[in-house]
């Protein structure tokens, strides 16, 4: 089954779309990044956008060129896919939401409306991000040369699970299966199976055995 490409969407040339690919009203795939000056983005050149087969561009979407996305992804009305972000197959990003460049998002990870996942982040497999979650990569918040050898997004690993309204300081790590609780402000890494909650976040408890993956 060929790709369906609505009249009105933007398929800049070299895009590779997999068989059963829908890219819809106003999409645009393949875009290439404006940047400023002052931006500490890479100005290689990028490959083109690749999304792979059964994958659905909703209505306003974009995805930058360098990336690469999955089989059978959603990426939701009005989301945002910047460069070189690679996306694995069954994945859904909601409405609103933004994953900046050079990040990597596992298969079967779910991303909820309006979150923001910061540039140079990584979320294994099957990791859950709730509504209006917030990641961030520079303690310095721009100022200084010396934050430019220490910018670093968080690691989420492998089925582990944010709250609505959280906030991920730059660096942490959230362990494989811990669960972060609503609005909870992250500073220092999270350890496996673990349930934090509060500013700043703090071990509650485990997460139960029968919330677990492999439980």
């Known amino acids: 089954m060929a790709a369906e490409v609505h009249p009105s969407a933007t398929v800049y040339p070299g895009t590779i779309l997999g068989e059963g690919v829908k890219v819809l009203e106003n999409a ?3 875009k290439q990044p404006t940047l400023s000056p002052r931006s500490t983005a ?3 050149p990028l490959p083109p956008t690749e999304i792979g087969e059964g994958s659905v561009v909703s ?6 060129a360098g990336s690469c996305i999955g089989a059978r992804v959603i ?3 009005q989301s945002c896919v910047r460069e070189r972000v690679t996306i694995g197959d069954d994945v859904v990003l909601g409405r609103g939401s933004l994953i900046e460049n050079d990040t990597t998002v596992g298969a079967l990870t779910k991303i909820q409306a309006e979150a923001y996942i910061t540039a140079y982040s ?6 859950f991000i709730a509504p209006c979650v917030v990641t961030t ?3 310095f918040m721009g100022r200084t040369e010396r934050r430019h050898e220490l910018i670093a997004g968080p690691t989420i690993r492998r ?3 944010v709250g609505g309204g959280a906030i991920l300081c730059p660096g942490v790590e959230i362990g494989e299966e811990a669960f972060v609780g609503a609005g909870a402000v992250v500073t220092k890494d999270v350890p496996p199976r673990a349930l934090v909650v509060g500013n700043p976040a703090r071990v ?5 055995e029968d919330e677990l993956l492999d439980g």
């Not at 990584?122 to 990791?127: G, K, S």
């Open 122 to 127: 990584t979320l294994e497999d099957e990791v």
């Open 42 to 44: 890479t100005r290689e």
């Open 159 to 161: 089925g582990a699970r």
């Open 75 to 77: 990426l939701g009305d």
């Open 28 to 30: 645009v795939v393949g």
């Open 204 to 208: 509650l408890r485990d997460v139960p």
């Open 137 to 139: 990569n520079d303690n």
């Open 59 to 64: 209505t306003g979407a974009i995805v930058f």
